[in-house]
T-cell receptor
């Protein structure tokens, strides 16, 4: 069956880089996403990558995909206190929302 | 632009009382709509989805039900709440590009 795993917690110092990791099991996944959830709020799409890509960069965010190991990572450069949130990895093999599989989320704490 | 809203944002209800959480989407027509529940330390669990008015699919058996009386309205209900219904509920819609957009969430506490 499908499963997405993430470490539950990560702490970094302000200004350092954060790397949030995710592993998935469904090799047919076509789309992989990173969502951010701030306290008491809904999820906000941060970025996504297609399975035929290895890397995607968007300002401070870099997504790396290793299809062979089914490993996805999100790197946040120059982490700020405003980056403190829960980050969810998600995978799907189509465009239908009912087939999204979310990880448990990684709570990122940015220390001053 | 498209927006999605859900309310109430927080709700405290006694066991056995009814529930109604409402979600509306603006700026798009005939969206696919979803209700998720989020438990601490676990991913989002899909509860219901709807591809059109009056069309509801349930992903897990439970004490909850959903309805879609209008194109842009999605309601999550219960006739009698259980303690285990406590959680953070999220409504979402999906764009043609396959991006899920979430509402602000509704935190339900059943006492």
């Amino acid at each position: 069956g499908e499963d997405v795993e993430q470490s539950l917690f990560l702490s970094v110092r302000e200004g350092d880089s954060s790397v949030i990791n995710c592993t998935y099991t469904d090799s047919s996944s076509t789309y992989l996403y990173w969502y951010k959830q701030e306290p008491g709020a809904g999820l906000q799409l941060l970025t996504y990558i297609f399975s035929n890509m290895d890397m995607k960069q968007d300002q401070r965010l870099t997504v790396l995909l290793n299809k062979k190991d089914k490993h996805l990572s999100l790197r946040i450069a120059d982490t700020q206190t405003g980056d403190s949130a829960i980050y969810f990895c998600a995978e799907t093999w189509d465009n239908y929302g009912q087939n999204f599989v979310f990880g448990p989320g990684t709570r990122l704490s940015v220390l001053p | 632009s498209q927006t999605i809203h859900q309310w109430p944002a927080t709700l405290v209800q006694p066991v056995g009382s009814p529930l109604s959480l409402e979600c509306t989407v603006e700026g798009t027509s005939n969206p696919n709509l979803y209700w998720y529940r989020q438990a601490a330390g676990r991913g989002l669990q899909l509860l219901f989805y709807s591809v059109g008015i009056g069309q509801i699919s349930s992903e897990v058996p439970q004490n909850l039900s959903a309805s879609r009386p209008q194109d842009r309205q999605f309601i999550l209900s219960s006739k009698k709440l259980l303690l285990s219904d406590s959680g953070f509920y999220l409504c979402a819609w999906i764009s043609g590009a396959g991006e899920l957009f979430f509402g602000e969430g509704s935190r339900l506490t059943v006492l």
